[in-house]
């Protein structure tokens, strides 16, 4: 196992342009979890699936971000009309269930918005 | 809601000198607790956890004890090496049951630089 592992790892895009990224996740873990890490921040949390079903999502996932995670495997998160403020280190992880389980990280998607 | 609070970086240190970087926390319930390490161009690892009071996690020589009656949970190194530069994040998971449980909320990194 390869662990998690995010595609692409960097993206520049201009402002107003779509951009898609993916997640793959440990093979066994059924949780997904999306991050958003700015400079000097720590990561916050973004949206999380227990299998395909997106059981929560932060108050930061405006309507321009949609997240899928289609048969329980593998994720995307797109982001529609990037803005400036969209620029940050997105960030995956996943963890099977259970209390105090550890999370595995992707190495993340760094997003730059022109 | 939840939150965690870490001291205010970067830290500098000398190797082998004594390392403590603080965190605090606000939560529901009895969360559990972490810390993750972010070595330069790597992702996110677990460091060491801890899912009850008054559990000590320890991986690599650092240590943290789950206080809840300080609500805190620091991290120590009784001698640091200059592998140990790396920013530092303390986290909570929540266990209040339902849909946020295993989310992670961090607090904003310590920076640990250690010369030789």
């Known amino acids: 196992d390869t662990g998690v592992s995010q595609d692409p790892r960097h993206k520049i895009t201009k402002r107003g342009q779509n951009v898609t990224f993916r997640c793959d996740p440990i093979?066994?873990?059924?949780?997904l979890y999306w991050y958003r890490q700015t400079l000097g921040q720590g990561p916050e949390f973004l949206t999380y699936f227990q299998n395909e079903a997106q059981l929560e999502k932060s108050r930061l996932l405006s309507d321009r971000f949609s997240a899928e995670r289609p048969k329980g495997s593998f994720s995307t998160l797109e982001i529609q009309r990037t803005e400036q403020g969209d620029s940050a280190m997105y960030l995956c992880a996943s963890s099977t269930t259970g209390q105090g389980h550890e999370a595995f990280f992707g190495q993340g998607t760094r997003l730059t918005v022109v | 809601g939840d939150s965690v609070t870490q001291m205010e970086g970067p830290v500098t240190l000398s190797e082998e000198a004594f390392l403590t970087i603080n965190c605090t926390y606000t939560?529901?319930?009895?969360?559990?607790l972490f810390w993750y390490v972010q070595y330069p161009g790597e992702g996110l690892q677990l460091l060491l956890k801890a899912t009850k009071a008054d559990d000590k996690g320890s991986n690599k020589g650092f240590e943290a004890t789950y206080r809840k009656e300080t609500t805190s949970f620091h991290l120590e190194k009784g001698s640091v090496q200059v592998s140990d530069s790396a920013v530092y994040f303390c986290a909570l998971s929540s266990n209040a049951g339902g849909t946020s449980y295993g989310k992670l909320t961090f607090g904003q990194g310590t920076i640990l630089t250690v010369h030789p």
């Open positions: 939560a529901t319930g009895y969360p559990s």
């Open positions: 093979s066994e873990h059924n949780r």
